[in-house]
């Protein structure tokens, strides 16, 4: 039996992209049936109640008027999209009629034009469209300012099927690419800034569906903001699929790096291990490529050279959809999926950076490097592995430790994590210097009866340590944005800032 029609229901025509129309018949069939899975899925998220409806060559979607539809624009595969009204028709004149009635008074004062074109079997569809376009034309001209082929104000849209016509004036443009999950899986590494989630969605966008593998080198802090992106992505653009986030604690590969390689390797090194977790969890869940955020040149990592060695590290396909991309290319998508301002509060994590980096790594001098790395903390890190599933993850309910300093607190020790150029150059009166890697080695020596407010750069460092500290009895807090809320903190309370750049 067919489903019941929706009482004041309104008509959603989709377009599908030319990656699924230029396929052959068979595949553009499955990718068809795929797509309309995940329309339900977006409708279903969207609380909406509705139907989705396949011809031939079209795919309609019925939803109460008033419902929300704006999901269905977020659905790889689409084109655009259309809320059409469908009248009967079985002459001319039924349908200069109906355009009238819908549109006289729309295109009231305006500069308009009317297309028509007849949809599937034209053998059925008795008419010329040209006619259509001329009559219904002359029948709103009266009313409009003028017709106007080139520029129009409004363009009156008519698409012919037998005994039926959809009218439609508006048009949203979708995503394009391919339906979600038609390119198989894939495993993205991210972490929480503006690269990796934008790579993340020019991959979904090619029909591949992701989960993430997020190594986290800065705490619960820094899980929580990569969480928060990552989650952005999962509600809004991966409709038809389930995407987890898993989170490797990276903290002790990382010191095992830093312990047993040279400084300027530090970087590179990383990457290939990210890469070997990462690869550790595609063989669990069926994927068939990595996926990175990289573009060549951004940082010293990311020399061809460095990643034509760190890319040794897998016997997987590394997909680098940003390869090309300069940075304000990469924001400015970051903009228009919606990731942008949660990822601006995202910073880098900087305690492993090097001042004088190997932008040339060779294969066997990286190799030297690895040659002393205890490789089973790199499979302990993986199998003790935290699994978020994105959709289902309510983030409020989180349990996350109370970081943040409200100020600084009479006999409180202010520790400064940054460089010591940059403590050289101005501090808050009193605070120690201590970079992050000698504060990981020392704050179990620290006094426990004191107050301890940390500060850093972006607060990445600092929220780390804290929480270290707090984990072992300490009373320790830091500034959530680093140097910037500090300063924020001193300018009120009256203390010497530095001069702004």
């Known amino acids: 039996m067919a489903p019941m029609a929706l009482e004041s229901s309104q008509r959603i025509l989709v377009r599908l992209s030319g990656d699924i129309t230029t396929k052959a018949k068979a595949t553009r069939k499955q990718f068809v049936r795929r797509l309309v899975r995940n329309l339900k899925d977006a409708l279903k998220s969207a609380g909406a109640a509705g139907r989705v409806l396949r011809t031939h060559d079209r795919i309609f979607v019925e939803v109460e008027r008033g419902e929300p539809a704006s999901a269905l624009a977020r659905v790889f595969g689409v084109q655009s999209l259309s809320r059409a009204e469908r009248r009967p028709w079985s002459e001319l004149r039924d349908l200069v009629d109906a355009g009238l009635a819908l549109y006289g008074d729309a295109v009231r004062g305006k500069r308009f034009a009317v297309r028509a074109r007849r949809v599937g079997d034209r053998a059925r569809v008795p008419i010329d469209a040209r006619a259509v376009e001329r009559e219904l034309g002359t029948a709103l001209l009266p009313s409009a300012a003028r017709v106007d082929l080139s520029n129009p104000e409004i363009t009156v849209r008519l698409e012919l099927h037998p005994g039926e016509v959809d009218f439609f004036t508006d048009s949203t443009r979708g995503p394009g690419g391919l339906p979600l999950g038609v390119e198989g899986r894939a495993i993205a590494l991210v972490s929480g800034g503006f690269d990796s989630a934008v790579a993340a969605w020019h991959l979904l966008k090619r029909g591949v569906a992701l989960d993430y593998v997020f190594c986290n080198l800065g705490g619960r802090i820094h899980q929580l903001g990569t969480l928060r992106v990552m989650k952005e992505i999962a509600d809004n653009w991966s409709y038809g699929a389930r995407p987890a986030l898993h989170a490797i604690d990276f903290d002790l590969v990382s010191r ?120 089973s903390l790199l499979d302990r890190a993986v199998a003790e592995r935290g699994v978020f599933d994105l959709r289902a993850l309510d983030l409020d309910k989180l349990d996350l430790p109370e970081l943040e300093a409200s100020g600084i607190p009479d006999g409180a020790t202010v520790v400064d994590m940054r460089s010591l150029a940059a403590y050289g150059a101005w501090h808050y009166p009193g605070a120690l210097f201590l970079d992050f890697a000698h504060a990981l080695a020392a704050y179990p020596s620290f006094e426990r009866d004191h107050t301890y407010v940390l500060y850093c750069e972006f607060g990445l460092k600092s929220a780390h340590l804290a929480e270290l500290m707090r984990r072992e009895g300490f009373d320790a807090y830091h500034f959530r944005h680093g140097l910037s809320d500090l300063i924020s903190h001193c300018r009120e309370r009256g203390v010497p800032t530095p001069d702004p750049l």
């Not at 830093?258 to 990457?271: E, I, M, N």
Request: proline share 3%; with cysteine.
């Open 256 to 375: 095992e790096i830093q312990a047993h390689s040279q400084t300027r390797y530090w970087q590179v090194v990383l990457k290939r291990q990210m890469l070997r977790a990462a690869e550790r969890v595609a063989a669990e869940r069926g994927a068939v490529a990595l996926v990175t955020g990289e573009a060549v040149g951004q940082v010293s990592s990311q020399t061809l050279q460095n990643m034509a060695v760190i890319s040794r590290a897998t016997g997987l396909p590394i997909l680098r959809p940003l390869v090309g991309f300069n940075k304000e290319e990469i924001i400015d998508r970051a903009h228009k999926i919606g990731t942008f301002e949660l990822s601006k509060v995202v910073r880098e994590y900087c305690a492993i950076v090097p001042r004088k980096p190997a932008t040339a790594a060779s294969a066997g001098a990286v190799a030297e490097q690895e040659a002393g790395l205890d490789a």
